[in-house]
């Protein structure tokens, strides 16, 4: 019996912990117009309450990630998943700008603790041929959490506008209280094994700051900045997205909720589906260049649509072309990193984490000046990227 199947236990409880961090994530996407003129919070500040949360979690992941070796994955985890219970409850509860950016600062804390210690358990009770379906398993429960997250959150606001919040602390804590009960400490000395296997292949460990300063010397360097300039416009258009069409059109949390989901869904179905075929007949540079294209274009066709069903296609082909653009980066820096296979990931989590906390913020004060700057710059820095990828392309 192999070990993937021993542990299909395990490998269950990680998926549900990781979908509900991942889904909380997403709630408040439909939800924060409201929150919006609830609290007469401008863009501003709602682009800074986003990128708290990517802030925290991309200066915590190291530290959690050590932690996770040193005190074991299962502790790492509840603790995690306690503090985003508490986060969740918090933010649901109060009413001042400081504290929602506490809670939303712990969240992001949270989402550092889990996901590492999620990952590593993931990797020690696989064994290397079972890895990466291990690992496909864990990823579906994220994708599918980022997807459902913000129609969730849209369909129980119906119940009120905090009851989401509420709802995703409930779910957390049953969460920690079904892996303190069911899960099983990662087997001892299986991270210690795996890191003494790969310590020939891996860098010299180093600074998350240089690291990113180093980079522009690597081969992938252009991919780093593609990377970089895909999750900058996507999460400058998700941030904005709610106060676009709720100030512009009056839609509600529930209209929302529906037209982000219907694109990340047909993005998700697209990725499991057809994307080896697109990748293999075009290739990743030209499905990177080509994608990049259409997500500026229609970034800035947002600005120009007008009723319900026209914004919802416009944002469907955006979701089609950032959910087919991502994994092709993914690939083509797998190529290039050869025996780096980790640090490369990091790097690229590194530089997504980069545009998710750069992007809220330029989209939020933009948006303050006017309700469609945040849409022209997203447009103008996909376009931008689609150029750099167009001339890489020129130069192979």
């Not at 009851?163 to 000395?189: C, D, I, R, T």
Request: hydrophobic fraction near 55%; proline fraction near 4%; charge should be positive.
């Amino acid at each position: 019996m192999s070990l993937l199947l021993r542990n299909r236990g395990a490998v269950l409880l990680l998926m549900i912990n990781i979908f509900i961090v991942f889904t909380g994530i997403g709630l408040i996407i439909p939800i924060m117009p409201s929150y919006m003129n609830m609290l007469h919070i401008n863009g501003s500040m709602v682009g800074i309450l986003v990128a708290a949360f990517s802030l925290t979690q991309l200066l915590f992941s190291p530290l959690a990630g050590r932690l996770s070796d040193s005190i074991g994955r299962k502790k790492i985890i509840l603790a995690g998943m306690l503090l985003f219970a508490f986060s969740e409850w918090m933010f649901g509860v109060v009413s001042s700008v400081p504290l929602l950016f506490i809670a939303r600062m712990l969240g992001g804390i949270s989402a550092a603790l889990v996901m590492p210690a999620v990952m590593a358990y993931a990797a020690d009770v696989t064994t290397n041929e079972e890895r990466g379906k291990g690992m496909g398993f864990i990823n579906a429960a994220i994708t599918t959490g980022f997807i459902i997250g913000p129609g969730i959150g849209g369909y129980i606001a119906e119940f009120g506008i905090r009851a989401p919040f509420y709802a995703a602390a409930v779910a957390g804590l049953l969460a920690m209280a079904l892996s303190a009960l069911f899960l099983p400490e990662a087997p001892k000395g299986a991270h210690v094994h795996a890191e003494q296997e790969d310590a020939a292949l891996k860098p010299e460990k180093i600074g998350l700051l240089k690291q990113l300063i180093s980079s522009y010397r690597a081969p992938y360097f252009i991919s780093l900045i593609v990377v970089f300039v895909t999750s900058f416009g996507l999460a400058n258009f998700e941030t904005v997205f709610g106060l676009f069409v709720d100030h512009k059109f009056g839609f509600t949390p529930k209209d929302i909720a529906f037209i982000i989901t219907f694109g990340s869904i047909a993005g998700a179905v697209v990725q499991v589906t057809i994307f080896g075929w697109i990748v293999n007949r075009f290739g990743e540079k030209r499905v990177i260049t080509i994608c990049l294209f259409f997500s500026a274009l229609f970034i800035v066709l947002a600005l120009f649509v007008h009723t319900f069903w026209l914004i919802a296609a416009v944002t469907f082909i955006l979701f089609l072309a950032i959910d087919i653009l991502r994994p092709a980066i993914g690939t083509q820096m797998s190529k290039f990193a050869n025996e780096q296979q980790g640090y490369v990931a990091g790097l690229n989590s590194a530089f997504t984490s980069l545009g998710n906390i750069i992007g809220p913020i330029i989209a939020g004060v933009l948006f303050d000046v006017n309700i469609n700057y945040p849409y022209v710059l997203a447009g103008i820095i996909l376009l931008m990227g689609f150029f750099v990828s167009f001339k890489s392309q020129e130069t192979h």
